[in-house]
């Protein structure tokens, strides 16, 4: 199965910027999907296909996807931004089929 | 508005059965794949299973093959998880998620708030 590999937790101040990696075995090659999860809430999709922003969702959050590490890149962080963040690959030589990293907290100081 | 609201959720004990429903609204629902995602206490996400817009495919975790079965009936605009045989580590809050996808990647683009499943003695 493909394996998807993010940091446990990211610390950072408010109005700098976080950057959450996942590591996968040539997810370059992949289209990385990103959610965010606040305790007590289902997750949201806050970028798709690498570097896509749902309607809805700030400027502040990006992706970027190259080599073996995808990386969501949120600026200028707010307070609300604290939450988990996981990111998702479809794999269809995998199984299982869609993969999910474990997920990491990130922590606003 | 897209809106998925899960039910269906409870306490079971080991061996038994349970089944969710999905109801879906603001969107048609039988243009769309749609799946189950389960996150258990304190844990990471976990897709469980997936099924086509038309039924045509359908596709499970190995953690539940041959236990769950994922079905829908696009006239009622309902997703449905068919769950027997449940174990202890089934217990999790079950999300229903639409799917969003081409060529080259697959997502969830929308998500229910869930409904918790129990398996206990």
């Known amino acids: 199965s493909y394996v998807l590999t993010q940091p446990p937790s990211v610390s950072v101040a408010p109005g700098k910027t976080a950057r959450i990696t996942c590591g996968g075995n040539?997810?370059?090659?992949?289209?990385v999907h990103w959610y965010q999860q606040k305790p007590g809430q289902a997750p949201v999709l806050v970028i798709y296909?690498?570097?896509d922003r749902p309607s809805g969702i700030p400027e502040r959050f990006s992706g970027s996807n190259s080599g073996n590490t995808a990386t969501l890149t949120i600026s200028r962080v707010e307070a609300g931004d604290e939450a988990d963040y996981y990111c998702?690959?479809?794999?269809?030589?995998?199984?299982?089929?869609?993969?999910f990293g474990g997920g990491t907290k990130l922590t606003v100081l | 508005e897209v809106q998925l609201v899960e039910s269906g959720g409870g306490l079971v004990k080991p061996g038994g059965s349970l089944r969710l429903s999905c109801a879906a609204s603001?969107?048609?629902?039988?243009?769309?794949?749609m799946n189950w995602v389960r996150q258990a206490p304190g844990k990471g996400l976990e897709w469980v299973s997936s099924?086509?817009?038309?039924?045509?495919?359908?596709y499970y975790a190995d953690s539940v093959k041959g236990r769950f079965t994922i079905s829908r009936d696009n006239a009622k605009n309902s997703l449905y998880l068919q769950m027997n045989s449940l174990r202890a580590e089934d217990t999790a809050v079950y999300y229903c998620?639409?799917?969003?996808?081409?060529?080259?990647?697959?997502?969830?683009?929308?998500w229910g708030q869930g409904t918790l499943v129990t398996v206990s003695s």
């Open positions: 998620a639409r799917g969003l996808y081409d060529s080259s990647g697959y997502c969830f683009d929308y």
């Open positions: 603001g969107f048609t629902f039988s243009s769309y794949s």
């Open positions: 099924i086509s817009s038309s039924s045509s495919y359908i």
């Open positions: 040539n997810i370059g090659s992949k289209s």
């Open positions: 296909y690498d570097s």
């Open positions: 998702q690959v479809w794999d269809s030589s995998s199984d299982p089929l869609k993969v």
